[in-house]
């Protein structure tokens, strides 16, 4: 943890530290695959510069001294960039690597913040909570199946592609983006 730029966030770094610790073993354990090692270490950096929210790049997460600052409830964010780093996918589309990190953040870590049903305009690409909703909504399907296993298996080794769900499912991804929407709430 590298609070050096703001002093200020020590507290805030500490509660981070503790519960990125906390969960970091359930996590590897939600995104198990064949031979996965999970990495022995990574580090959170608060950037003063930095304009966004949070990112992760390698062993490595940058969070916001700005953001951060003002939206201290939001350790969850953090553990979807901690989920990233768990993720170190070789190849996977962009709204299933972010619809993962937001399913393990809204449907293990914070469920009480679970994201509302996609609306008419929304799309399963959007990713983020959309695609987070999408993928719990699939898993509960067969929850014997445990198809975001696959995914992550498939995406982490390098060979996803869109062919995944109707071999898992039966149905393609509009197919079961038009049964979700024509769903009730999850
Ligand atoms: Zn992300």
């Not at 953001?67 to 589309?93: F, L, P």
């Not at 953040?105 to 913040?113: A, D, G, M």
């Not at 929304?122 to 067969?142: C, E, M, P, R």
């Not at 991804?173 to 024509?182: D, G, I, K, V």
Request: net charge negative; charged share 20%; glycine share 8%.
């Amino acid at each position: 943890m590298d609070y050096s730029q703001a002093p200020d966030l020590k507290d805030f770094s500490d509660q981070v530290f503790s519960t990125l610790h906390a969960w970091f073993d359930g996590v590897n354990s939600l995104l198990e695959s064949p031979n996965y090692e999970p990495v022995p270490a990574f580090s959170v950096t608060f950037d003063a510069e930095y304009d966004g929210v949070a990112y992760a790049s390698g062993n490595r997460i940058v969070g916001s001294v700005n953001y951060y600052r003002t939206h201290q409830d939001d350790v969850g964010s953090m553990i979807h960039e901690m989920t990233h780093v768990i993720q170190k996918y070789n190849n996977c589309a962009g709204w299933l690597t972010e619809g993962i990190a937001d399913w393990v953040r809204y449907y293990n870590f914070e469920p009480n913040r679970k994201p509302g049903k996609p609306g008419p305009d929304n799309h399963w690409t959007d990713g983020y909570g959309v695609s987070a909703y999408f993928l719990q909504w699939i898993q509960k399907l067969d929850e014997d199946r445990n198809m975001i296993y696959w995914a992550n298996k498939d995406c982490r080794e390098g060979t996803y592609n869109d062919d995944l769900w109707p071999r898992l499912t039966g149905s393609t991804l509009e197919q079961l983006w038009a049964a979700m929407q024509a769903d009730g709430p999850i």
